[in-house]
T-cell receptor
Framework: DQQVKQNSPSLSVQEGRISILNCDYTNSMFDYFLWYKKYPAEGPTFLISISSIKDKNEDGRFTVFLNKSAKHLSLHIVPSQPGDSAVYFCAARELGAQKLVFGQGTRLTINP | EADIYQTPRYLVIGTGKKITLECSQTMGHDKMYWYQQDPGMELHLIHYSYGVNSTEKGDLSSESTVSRIRTEHFPLTLESARPSHTSQYLC????????????FGSGTRLTVV
């Protein structure tokens, strides 16, 4: 049973506009959430994270929002740039655990 | 520079061969992980280790085995490769003191023919 779900396999956004990537989870014991970015033939790299005690975390062009009641988080990228084209993975860690559960990823394409 | 290294990056091998995928990190992290990922799918945890001489199977059943004799080294072995083992294998490490969770290697793309 998949505990972290990214229901949009792909997303296409025009350069300069906002990209919104969504992630849903089912495990209420998750206390820490992360977003990773992955280019082809490379390993994922960390983008931004958020603790379950917060509802928003911002780092430059990237903002993550957490809605615990809906078990939903989203990643906003604004403005979107061509270099943002990649696969984005949502990940979550259960309280007390030291390993991550990943979603299936969303392929973001930024069009010039 | 502290980092995590995986070799080889790409491997094409015949059915029945024994292979070892190498993973080494220079960050002194206690925790190391192997994930398997197919295109369009989530990363599945297949093995993890919380320290030397400690290894556990992950959530996804795998025919591979791992060892952790040294802190920095966490190799993955397939005794007899099959086409169903074709996938990308990602190694990661962490000490969970930083906000970024894992540091990943570049991955090994394995093709079994």
């Amino acid at each position: 049973d998949q505990q972290v779900k990214q229901n949009s396999p792909s997303l296409s956004v025009q350069e300069g506009r906002i990209s919104i990537l969504n992630c849903d989870y089912t495990n209420s014991m998750f206390d820490y959430f992360l977003w990773y970015k992955k280019y082809p033939a490379e390993g994922p790299t960390f983008l931004i994270s958020i603790s379950s005690i917060k509802d928003k975390n911002e780092d430059g062009r990237f903002t993550v929002f957490l809605n615990k009641s809906a078990k939903h988080l989203s990643l906003h990228i604004v403005p979107s740039q061509p270099g943002d084209s990649a696969v984005y993975f949502c990940a979550a860690r259960e309280l007390g655990a030291q390993k991550l559960v990943f979603g299936q990823g969303t392929r973001l394409t930024i069009n010039p | 520079e502290a980092d995590i290294y995986q070799t080889p990056r790409y491997l094409v091998i015949g059915t029945g061969k024994k292979i070892t995928l190498e993973c080494s990190q220079t960050m002194g992290h206690d925790k190391m992980y192997w994930y398997q990922q197919d295109p369009g799918m989530e990363l599945h945890l297949i093995h993890y280790s919380y320290g030397v001489n400690s290894t556990e199977k992950g959530d996804l059943s795998s025919e591979s085995t791992v060892s952790r004799i040294r802190t920095e080294h966490f190799p993955l072995t397939l005794e007899s490769a099959r086409p169903s083992h074709t996938s990308q294998y990602l190694c990661a490490s962490s000490d969970w003191t930083e906000s970024y969770g894992y540091t990943f290697g570049s991955g090994t793309r394995l093709t079994v023919v």
